[in-house]
Each structure stands twice: as C-alpha cells, then as structure tokens.
C-alpha cells in the first residue's frame, strides 16, 4: 500500500508531494533474523548482516541471498548481531559487530574474518571508508560516550571529540563526508558531530532532539544541504535537516507525516534520489520515504516490516531490509514474460553464464521463426541490444550487469537472466 504526501500550504505541518512514487516488492531472503545492515560493492554482489551472526550475501545482483558460512569472528552473549558493515570491493570489507564485539576486516569476500586490535572503542557500529587504508570507524568508550578511531593510509589513531558526552549508550552510528575534509557523524546522545579539518577534529552540535531522541543516520547532500534521522521516543515528525553545512539543524517539515515515524537510515542513489527507511508509530508497519534530491518534495510508502537500511548499486536499483528477514527492492523481477521459468529452462539453454563476450544459445530450431529476435534488457527495463535470431550473439559492448535475454519464437517470448561479466 502506497500513499502521497498531500500539500497542504497553510496547515501547520506542511507535506510536499513527489509525483512519481518508488514501489517495492518483496525478495526472499531464507530467514526471519532482523536484518541490520546492506551494501553492494558491485552490481553482481552485495552483502548483508543481520542478528545472531548472520551474514548474506548476493552474487547475482540481489535475486538470490545465500548464508555465509564464516570464521574468525567472537560473539558475547547478548552481542551476537552484525550491526553495521561496508565493502570496499567484493572481496575486501569491513564490520561492526556486537555492538561490543569488535570491528573486523576481511579480504576474501566474507568468508574469514581479522579483528581491528589497534581499535580503541568498547562499543562500535558506525562506520565509513574511503578505500582499504583510508576510513573511520566510530561507536563509544569503555567509561565514556563517543569515540572514534582514524585510519590513514593504514595507520590507525584516535580524534579528538570536542565535548564528548560521558554516557556509553551514546556511540557514533553513522558517518557521511563531502570530500576528505568535511564530514559528519550521528550519535545515539542526538548530537552531530563535525569536522573541517580531515576528521582529526569534531565538533558536537546539538539538533532538535538532542538528549531526547537518538540520532541513527547522517547524509551530506551537497555543499549547503544535510539530513539526520532519528529514533522518536515520543512523536517524530520530519527528518532533522540542514542548510548551513551541519553548523545548525532544525525539523524538515516538508518531510513531515502523521505516521510518527522513526527514521532508521538514509541513503541516496546514483541518480540523486534520497530515501529514508523506518517505521511509523501510528500504523505499525515499515515506512519508506524517498525525495528527487532537492529535498523540497518527499513521496512516502507503507511496506510490511519496519526498515532498517537502504543500498543501491546504480542509479535506479534500491534495496531495503529490515526486520523479520525482510528484503525489499525497487524493482518488479516477477513480470509476466518471467512467469514461465519452468517452461524456460527446457525451451532454451544460455552458457556461459555469467559471460564476458560470446553468448550462446542452445534451443529447439523448430521454436524459431525467420522473424525471430532475440532483445536484450537491462534489469530496468531499457533495450540495450537487439539482433535477428542467432545460436551465437556478442554482448562484449555492454556494461557488467545483470540483463535479461528475450528469445522470440513460435510459441511466444522465452525470457533468460544472465550476468555480464
């Protein structure tokens, strides 16, 4: 269920409208753990991280998530959730764990894992890197609230955080930055923290809802324009935005809604597109909010379980996930020409898969018509080749991807994916 944010200019709670609103469909993920966390290095893999040690992970794009079996990881009784991760490639990533459990790397796409032993937090979940050597991880100390550590070109050290609150409870959860320079980080405590100068210092400013509702999310839009999210205890309206630079922040009403909602995360896709994932206190269910990339106007969409992290690896395609398992992507991979798939993989066989080049097609001739075409898609929909029927067909000009194979015959349209490597 869909709904539009309806203008209403002279109302006290002004809500702006987006004409065209995203929808969202359901992928199976194999499990019912609360997922935390999701990040696509690549168009082909993507990674998420979820309660009780679980961690998935994608080789195709997002269509099917596979548990990862691996090691080098220590929980603790009530620590057992990968909180937060992020990949740099699809090989090389890093985590959060606990969050007391420790930060660790690995290099061989998730399946052995290093803990981060020059880290001085406790506590940790937010993190954010530029490359391999070049990032931040943040969370709070032992006996005291936020901390952060500093890798540059592969040395680590500690930032100094001007007027660091005293309370364990308030760990950095998430970091953005404009350049190396400026940058931003959210706190549990409700401030942001602020750094001009490489991050080798940070100031904490206050937002509306400083020592009321924990901060959970932090997006730097361009040079002026910036969001917060937060978790409401009591009744939260719009996101925290704004447009000095982080210097002030105040609630954004044009992306307030009667939902009270919770704003877990924020992301923005390739093709400037913000959005919001949480959940609405008033309707108990999942909420995600998506804006053009001005900000001025948002569309809002119910989904069925509260979301708790945004990813995207190109400029349309956006994935949710929350709790109870929950995975949701902005596309509709069960169309009608891809209701046959039973039928399909008799009438037609496609190899190699994934491919680099040469695609070749083994199928009965008496399907084929001399009309016959065979049309290749992107996965959102645009054609991006098209040729008269052929056993063999080149594809080594497209992008790597996932595209989806159209073969025309006698009997009607026979639809393959596969992977361009």
């Not at 809802?209 to 939260?236: D, F, K």
């Not at 597109?273 to 609405?280: L, P, Q, W």
């Not at 349309?316 to 995975?327: E, K, L, N, P, R």
Request: proline share 3%; aromatic share 12%.
């Amino acid at each position: 269920m869909k709904r539009k944010i309806i203008l209403a200019g002279i109302a006290l709670f002004m809500i702006a409208a987006h004409s065209s609103a995203q929808q969202w469909f359901q992928v199976n993920s194999g499990t019912t753990k609360k997922l935390n966390t999701i990040d696509f290095p690549s168009s082909n893999v993507g990674y998420i991280g979820g309660n009780d040690s679980l961690l998935l992970k994608t080789t195709d794009g997002g269509l099917n998530w596979s548990p990862v079996n691996y090691s080098g990881i220590t929980y603790y009784p009530g620590g057992e959730h990968i909180v937060n991760l992020q990949f740099i490639t699809e090989n090389i990533g890093f985590i959060t764990v606990g969050p007391y459990a420790g930060s660790y790397k690995t290099i061989d796409g998730g399946s052995t894992w290093t803990v981060l032993t020059e880290l001085t937090t406790c506590f940790n979940e937010g993190l954010y890197f530029f490359d391999e050597n070049n990032g931040y991880i943040g969370g709070s100390g032992c006996f005291q609230g936020e901390k952060m550590n500093k890798l540059t070109a592969g040395i680590w050290s500690e930032p100094t955080i001007n007027t660091f609150t005293w309370d364990t409870d308030n760990r950095i959860v998430d970091y953005d930055f404009a350049g190396t320079n400026f940058g931003l980080a959210a706190s549990r405590s409700g401030y942001i923290l602020r750094t001009t100068d490489s991050g080798n210092n940070w100031d904490t400013i206050p937002t509306p809802g400083t020592a009321v509702n924990p901060l959970t999310s932090v997006i730097i839009i361009n040079s002026t324009l910036a969001y917060a999210g937060y978790e409401s205890i009591n009744a939260g309206f719009g996101l925290y935005i704004s447009t000095d630079n982080g210097l002030t922040w105040s609630e954004d009403m044009n992306s307030a809604t009667f939902l009270y909602p919770d704003f877990m995360c924020l992301h923005e896709s390739g093709n400037a597109t913000i959005f919001s994932g949480g959940n609405s206190s008033s309707m108990s269910s999942g909420a995600i909010f998506d804006s053009p990339g001005d900000g001025t106007t948002w569309n809002y969409s119910i989904v069925d379980e509260q979301i708790n992290d945004i990813s995207s690896y190109n400029d349309t395609i956006v994935f949710a996930v929350g709790d109870s398992g929950y995975i949701i992507v902005n596309q509709d991979w069960g169309t009608a020409s891809l209701d046959n798939l039973a039928l399909n993989s008799l009438s037609v066989e496609v190899y190699p898969n994934p491919v680099e080049d040469m695609l070749n097609l083994i199928l009965d001739e008496d399907l084929i018509a001399a009309s016959s075409r065979i049309k290749v898609f992107s996965i959102s929909g645009e054609l991006v080749h098209s040729e008269t029927f052929s056993k063999q067909i080149n594809l080594d000009k497209l992008k790597c991807g996932i595209y989806l194979v159209n073969v025309e015959t006698l009997h009607g349209t026979i639809t393959k994916r596969i992977i361009k490597h």
